[in-house]
């Protein structure tokens, strides 16, 4: 896969949780996609993805745009035992 399309992939991946977090109040979606990425994404597809921000015009969300600038200032919707899949069972489930 070359660089170009990697790179386009991970826009369209972006762009995907930005979908997902668009029903949450804006300061709560951007803070989303913030820790979404850095939970689950490795430092190489966070730098990639920053990296064709720059040249990607109206092709990245800017929910997503937002959430690479920076720390957010407002807290993840997402509650903090599913933010960690090293916590995955602990609490995360409102089963039984």
């Known amino acids: 896969m070359s660089a170009t399309s990697n790179a386009d992939k991970l ?4 762009n995907q ?8 109040p ?3 979606a951007v803070a989303g996609i913030h820790k979404h990425i850095v ?5 190489k597809m966070r730098a990639t993805l920053e990296h064709r921000a ?3 015009g109206d092709a990245l969300d800017d929910l997503v745009r937002r ?3 920076g720390t957010p200032q407002a807290e993840s919707p997402v509650r ?4 960690n899949p ?4 602990a609490g995360a489930s409102d089963a039984g």
């Not at 826009?11 to 972006?14: C, N, P, Y």
């Not at 903090?80 to 933010?83: G, L, Q």
Request: glycine share 2%.
């Open 26 to 28: 804006e300061e709560e």
């Open 11 to 14: 826009v369209r991946m972006a």
């Open 39 to 43: 939970a689950f994404w490795t430092p």
């Open 80 to 83: 903090a035992a599913t933010r």
């Open 67 to 69: 959430a690479l600038d």
């Open 86 to 89: 090293q916590l995955l069972g």
């Open 17 to 24: 949780i930005a979908t997902f977090f668009r029903s949450y």
């Open 54 to 56: 720059a040249s990607a």
